[in-house]
């Protein structure tokens, strides 16, 4: 599936988040929420249609394991009876749609997927080893969409030896490279481990929904040409670029990214997470990380520790976050709205500060703290800044003419269509 500019807001993340504890909350765009066991519910005004980014299928992680074609990985080559799966030496082609179960060591080959342009191929991976010395451990060449499922209680490894051969013109450049839609899920663990290039590449989307990831990549984490999502995940990233990396070259309304819940843990040598256009932060957000203090390079240039670019937002309805930067902590070069969380800010940089907006600012709800009080001075702000509510959550603005955060740049059928 192809991505349209519809399904995703744009967003920059380049944040320094260090480790606060908080819980969940139920909202309308939280899309794995049960049953509430919250004291609170939060009603939040979401700029991103989080339920046109997640599947049922995203979300489950689940498999059939009695339908599954069961691929057994051993040394240098592996064993199949399927027509579907062509093994030749340590290279292992799945031609068509179905569920792929892969246990055991490939010492050094790699899983292609090379489907139908409508195929979904899912790839459980059951106490998988796979390494490839000169390219992907997997490649997704062709197919509607991957799913690379951890299967329950397992531990997998995906490395890289530290070269990449080209083998077409893909330029691959992962350890898991896709050309397709990317969905990772389950809830098993997975170390990769990118001596050279990427951790996980998706030309198109990146969605993740579970799992534990541990990733040691030369260049960036996790990168999303058309946007990442993730519903929830513990992750572990050490980069020498960025942690989470999503942008679009070609196509400036995309390159999104969207956090409903998570745990992350991110020393990055470039951001620790940066994307196009605007940023939308739904609650249940643990974090820590950033290689130091010093903040984060975005794409404008400025060491910010998370911004957007100029036509876009961010938007916060949750979470409890805790930055600590060089440059600016929260810095949006448009539009910049508070509905909900915990904010516990610190700007250590010289003519920096805290909380930095060229749009309007509003600050609806939640906590807001600053070590030099530019939350409840205009004139730190950007030039366009509107009134903030107040140091600790004090009286919320809204946003000017009664406009809901998001309300000044629709995107047209962002609500339109299901996922699959």
Known sequence: MRSTPQKFAAMLLCALLLLTGCGAQASEADPAAGEDTTAETVTVISAIDAASLFSDRDLAGTYDESEAVTIQLSGDSAACDSAAVTVDGGQITIGAEGVYLLSGTLTDGQIVVDAGDTDKVQLVLSGADITSSTSAAIYALEADKVFLTLADGTENTLSNGGTYTAIDDSNIDAVVFAKTDLTLNGSGSLTINAQAGHGVVSKDELTITGGSYTITAASHGLSGKDGIAIAGGTFSITSGKDGIHSENADDLSLGALYIADGSFIISAQGDAVSAQGALQIDGGLNAAGGADSSGFEGFGGRQDSLGSSSDSFITINGGALTIVSGGDSIDSNGDL????????????????????????????????????????????????????????????????????????????????????
Do not use: F, W
């Not at 800010?345 to 749009?359: M, Q, Y």
């Not at 004139?379 to 107040?390: D, H, L, S, V």
């Open 337 to 420: 709205t508070i509905n909900g969380g915990t904010l516990d800010l610190t700007c250590n940089g010289s003519g920096d500060t805290a909380l930095d907006c060229d749009g309007t600012y509003a600050h609806n709800g939640g906590d807001v703290t600053t070590n030099d009080g530019s939350e409840a001075s205009l004139g730190q702000m950007g030039a366009r800044g509107g009134a903030p509510g107040g140091k600790g959550g004090g009286q919320p603005d809204t946003a000017p003419d009664g406009a809901q955060p998001g309300d000044r740049r629709p995107r047209a059928g962002e609500a339109a269509g299901t996922p699959s």
